[in-house]
Structure formats: structure tokens, C-alpha cells
């Protein structure tokens, strides 16, 4: 175990994804801000599912190049990329065989961007791996968290994750190449033995991968997670990661400035990595597939840092 998660343990900081429909929207429904991550647009507008759905339409992020997120991430001294696979609105950002609501199926962009990354990961070096939301599905009448569309007609969430939770995270696992981390969200309570499953599947299929903690009670993962201005103490556990958005929300949103600055982001680095700890920190590219100018800029400057207090 401890060989398993050795890369882990020596890695130190990561790159986080959060990238999706939401991206349209980017923070506003009908006109006004919509508070919160923009993330959650879905859920603190309540915006109906067909509604929603339409953002698919207009999701054409062209200017995307994996090539370069792998090469900013690495140029920042970060070993490692996780990436929202399926956020808690339900769409795919992969060529989901579970479902048509995908990236690849909905959008006139077409393009499978998480095998996009994952080749050009593997190319560049790094390690590479998926967050899923296991538990929340906005969109699937089976999934937890929808309680304002109305024309749902509710199944069960076993039914859920048997049609698409447990399909999709199968394919993550077999057609992706090595993946090197599965990060649940938002655990719910859902039966033992869907919960069973999905920790089965993905320890079976990718025996190397390292899991967090919010798959569910009986799962620890193999790592803690912590958020955003989370303990700064050393926690009991052996291997923890702190994950922190670079500016204010996960996703991107139009009127997000709340970008951290450059000596503020280098201290939670050496403070999360000489208490032990990862630092996993969050960018947010836009409905153009790309990062604002002061997530670049911030990427290059911690890579600066790293390159002019790095030994010889
Ligand atoms: C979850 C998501 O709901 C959110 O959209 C984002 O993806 C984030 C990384 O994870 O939000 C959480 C989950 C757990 C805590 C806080 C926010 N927590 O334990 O404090």
C-alpha cells in the first residue's frame, strides 16, 4: 500500500478541473447572478431539466488545447490532473455510452476532452485521473439532489447507478488508459451494495488507483479531503490533500475575480506540503476552453517559484 501510494505521497500539488454546461450560463440565470459555485447553477436557480439541457446546444469551447493545460500544470511544478467527469448536473464531459447527454453526443463540439487529457497527460508525464459524482445526478430521475423538477418521474437510485453510474465509471476505467485517481463527491445515502459495487469496479479494474473519501461511511478512501480553508493543522492522517479553487468559484463564472494572489497560493503550497499534505488546486476554463489570463498568469508564477527554489 504504502508502494501504491508512493507517487502520491512525493507529488505535493495537483491540478484540479471543474469544467461543464454550467460554463454557458457562466454564474447568471435570467439576467442576475445566481450565488454560489457556478457549479451548482442548476440547483440554486432551479432551473428546470429541459431548460438546462438547452446550455448543451451552445457548448462549443473551440479554443480548447490539452496540450496546453498538461503543459501549464507541468510548468507549474504539478504532478498530477483531476478532472470533473460528471459534475452533480448529470452531463457527461466524455463520450458516455451510458447516456447521449455527453460532450460528444449534445454539443455541436463534439470532442471527448477527457481522452483528450488523458493521452496528453500520459504523453507529458503526469498523472491523471477523474472526479464523479457518484451520488448526485441532477438530470437522472434516479439520481439524489433534484428536488424542483417537478416532471421527474422518480426511479429508484439503484436504477441509477446500475443505467449510468456504474457504466460510465467502467468506461472511465477501461478506455482512458491508467488512471491514477478517482475522487467521489458528495456522498448521499444510498444502498450498500450500489456503494459496494462502485468501490469493487474501480479497485478491480485500475488495482494501482488512489481514491479520497466521499465515496461513503464504510469507504475511507485512501486519502483525506480537505476544502478550501480546511484544516491547516496536521491532521491524524497518514495522506491527505487540500483542495482549494484559485479563485472564488469551481466553475467558471463570468464575475468571478476573487482570484487569490501569487504569495497567498505559494504559502498554502509549502504550508499544505511541510505538514505532510497535497494541495490540489482548482482552475476553471470557460465555454471557450480556455483559462482566464490571471489562472495563467498565477500557474506561471508558482512555477517560477518552484523552478528558482528547486535544487540543482
Ligand atoms: C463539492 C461539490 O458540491 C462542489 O461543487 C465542488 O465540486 C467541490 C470540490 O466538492 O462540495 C463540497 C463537498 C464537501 C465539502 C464542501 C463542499 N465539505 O466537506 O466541506
Not at 488545447?65 to 448536473?89: C, N, P, R, S
Not at 448529470?90 to 463540439?109: L, R
Not at 488507483?209 to 496536521?234: A, C, M, S, V, W
Request: aromatic share 12%; charged share 25%.
Amino acid at each position: 500500500d504504502a508502494e501504491r501510494m508512493q507517487w502520491w505521497e512525493e507529488a505535493r500539488f495537483g491540478m484540479f478541473i471543474h469544467w461543464g454546461i454550467y460554463t454557458v450560463p457562466a454564474g447568471f440565470y435570467q439576467g442576475k447572478p445566481v450565488s454560489n459555485s457556478a457549479e451548482w447553477i442548476m440547483n440554486k436557480g432551479k432551473i428546470p431539466i429541459a431548460e438546462y439541457e438547452k446550455y448543451a446546444d451552445q457548448f462549443n469551447p473551440e479554443k480548447f488545447d490539452a496540450k496546453e493545460f498538461v503543459a501549464l500544470a507541468k510548468q507549474a511544478g504539478m504532478k498530477y490532473m483531476v478532472i470533473t467527469a460528471k459534475h452533480h448536473d448529470g452531463f457527461s464531459m466524455f463520450d458516455s455510452k451510458a447516456t447521449d447527454y455527453n460532450i460528444v453526443d449534445a454539443t455541436p463540439f463534439k470532442r471527448d476532452v477527457l481522452k483528450e487529457l488523458a493521452k496528453e497527460c500520459q504523453k507529458q508525464g503526469l498523472k491523471f485521473g477523474f472526479y464523479y459524482s457518484q451520488a448526485q445526478d441532477w438530470h437522472h430521475p434516479g439520481g439524489m439532489g433534484n428536488s424542483w423538477d417537478k416532471t421527474l418521474k422518480r426511479v429508484s437510485s439503484d436504477e441509477y447507478v446500475y443505467e449510468k453510474a456504474l457504466p460510465e465509471v467502467k468506461q472511465l476505467l477501461t478506455e482512458y488508459g491508467p488512471i491514477a485517481i478517482f475522487w467521489w463527491d458528495t456522498p448521499r445515502a444510498m444502498t450498500k451494495s450500489v456503494v459496494d459495487s462502485l468501490h469493487h469496479i474501480t479497485t478491480a479494474l485500475q488495482p494501482r488507483i488512489i481514491t479520497n473519501d466521499r465515496l461513503g461511511d464504510d469507504y475511507p478512501g485512501d486519502h483525506k479531503t480537505f476544502e478550501r480553508n480546511g484544516p491547516r493543522h496536521q491532521p491524524e492522517a497518514r495522506y491527505w490533500e487540500l483542495c482549494q479553487p484559485v479563485s472564488g468559484s469551481w466553475g467558471y463564472r463570468r464575475d468571478d475575480n476573487k482570484f487569490k494572489s501569487i504569495p497567498n497560493l505559494i504559502r498554502n503550497l509549502i504550508d499544505q506540503s511541510s505538514k505532510g499534505g497535497n494541495y490540489l488546486l482548482n482552475v476553471s476554463p470557460t465555454n471557450e476552453g480556455v483559462l482566464k489570463p490571471e489562472a495563467v498568469e498565477r500557474m506561471r508564477a508558482i512555477g517560477k517559484w518552484m523552478d528558482k527554489n528547486s535544487e540543482a
